[in-house]
């Protein structure tokens, strides 16, 4: 079979670089810390003013009442992790993690409070 020349160097590139992808689970790469994945509530620093909850484009984050004081809680199963909530907080309540293997069995199982 004929290589054309053109792509020779290409193909023995391909062969002797390292490759670009991991055996994850078994191998890890750190995320970066900008990632945005689950987030994590500070429930000192809440003032209980639902902007989170106004500004959630998905309905992720809604305010309830627990333990006598209104909070928010996050559904993971509709948030979009875009972070707006973290954005809308005042008092830096949410802060967003790299956290991002989230998966889960059951519905309802990845909340947030
Ligand atoms: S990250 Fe976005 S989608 Fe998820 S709870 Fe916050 S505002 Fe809602
Ligand atoms: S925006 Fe911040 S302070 Fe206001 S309810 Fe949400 S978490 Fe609490």
């Given at each position: 079979?004929?290589?054309?020349?053109?792509?020779?160097?290409?193909?023995?590139?391909?062969?002797?670089?390292?490759?670009?992808?991991?055996?994850?689970?078994?191998?890890?790469?750190?995320?970066?810390?900008?990632?945005r994945?689950?987030m994590?509530?500070?429930?000192?620093?809440?003032?209980?003013?639902?902007?989170?909850?106004?500004?959630c484009p998905s309905a992720a984050c809604?305010?309830?009442?627990?333990?006598?004081?209104?909070?928010?809680?996050f559904d993971l199963d509709y948030c979009t992790f875009c972070a707006q909530c973290?954005?809308?907080?005042?008092?830096?309540?949410?802060?967003?993690?790299?956290?991002?293997?989230?998966?889960?069995?059951?519905?309802?199982?990845?909340?947030?409070?």
């Open positions: 079979m004929k290589v054309p020349g053109k792509m020779l160097p290409k193909i023995i590139g391909f062969i002797v670089r390292k490759p670009v992808t991991v055996l994850y689970p078994k191998q890890r790469l750190t995320p970066p810390e900008t990632l994945g689950k994590k509530f500070h429930l000192d620093r809440c003032i209980s003013c639902g902007l989170c909850a106004r500004d809604t305010m309830h009442e627990i333990d006598g004081k209104k909070r928010p809680v973290a954005e809308s907080c005042p008092k830096d309540a949410i802060e967003m993690t790299s956290e991002f293997e989230l998966a889960h069995y059951k519905k309802g199982e990845a909340i947030v409070k």
